[in-house]
């Protein structure tokens, strides 16, 4: 069974303080993505990868940095917490290819304060 | 640009009711259509994925068309129950190689008993 597993589950963080999401899949995909969910826009893009040591920007880029050190590992980096990034972060893996389906993490609750 | 429009929530019906979620989508490509859905906790999961105009999709009893004229993906259920209690995304792919999806803003759907 696919598995993405992030961590932390949830986390306070103060602004103006460095933030560092994590996530690992045992799925051995190539493609990994990180999505914010809040109400009223679902959920949005900030950045993907395609492997290890490449990342792209998605659709929400600013504010956040990204890191695939390897083929399991995906970081997202808030180099400088705001409160407009308060939100749900979910992680997700997929195989290359236009059609696949993606598998996402059970999520990282993020409260800056 | 590319978006995905749905039927903004809460949505409550009563159990053995039907269901009906819009959908629709705008691209000048050509997409695979997805419906994820999420539970609470959980993450994202897919319940199914459509790559062809015209064609139907279904799983667990919930079902939708991909209709290209109009550009919509409505999910559909005769009959709902407790269990189907969830958020509910619509999404297509999208980006030169169509590993991206881009999502709706989610509906969430309540079943009373």
């Known amino acids: 069974e696919a598995a993405v597993t992030q961590s932390p589950r949830n986390k306070v963080a103060v602004t103006g303080g460095k933030v560092t999401l994590s996530c690992n899949q045992t799925n051995n995909h190539n493609n990994m993505y990180w999505y914010r969910q809040d109400t009223g826009h679902g959920l949005r893009l900030i950045h993907y990868?395609?492997?290890?040591?490449?990342?792209e920007k998605g659709d929400i880029p600013d504010g956040y940095k990204a890191s695939r050190p390897s083929q399991e590992n995906f970081s997202l980096i808030l180099e400088l917490a705001t409160p407009s990034q308060t939100s749900v972060y979910f992680c997700?893996?997929?195989?290359?290819?236009?059609?696949?389906?993606?598998?996402f993490g059970k999520g990282t609750r993020l409260t800056v304060v | 640009g590319d978006s995905v429009t749905q039927t903004e929530g809460p949505v409550t019906l009563s159990e053995g009711t039907s269901l009906t979620v819009n959908c629709s989508y705008e691209t000048k490509q050509y997409p695979t259509l997805f419906w994820y859905v999420q539970y609470p906790g959980e993450g994202p999961q897919l319940l199914f994925k459509v790559p062809k105009a015209n064609e139907k999709g279904s799983n667990r009893g919930f079902e939708a068309t991909y209709n290209k004229e109009a550009t919509s993906f409505h999910l559909q259920k005769a009959s709902v129950q407790e269990s189907d209690s969830a958020v509910y995304y619509c999404a297509q792919n999208y980006g030169s190689s169509g590993n991206k999806l881009i999502f709706g803003i989610g509906t969430l759907l309540s079943v009373k008993p």
């Open positions: 997700a893996s997929g195989d290359a290819g236009s059609n696949t389906e993606v598998f």
């Open positions: 990868s395609y492997g290890a040591g490449s990342t």
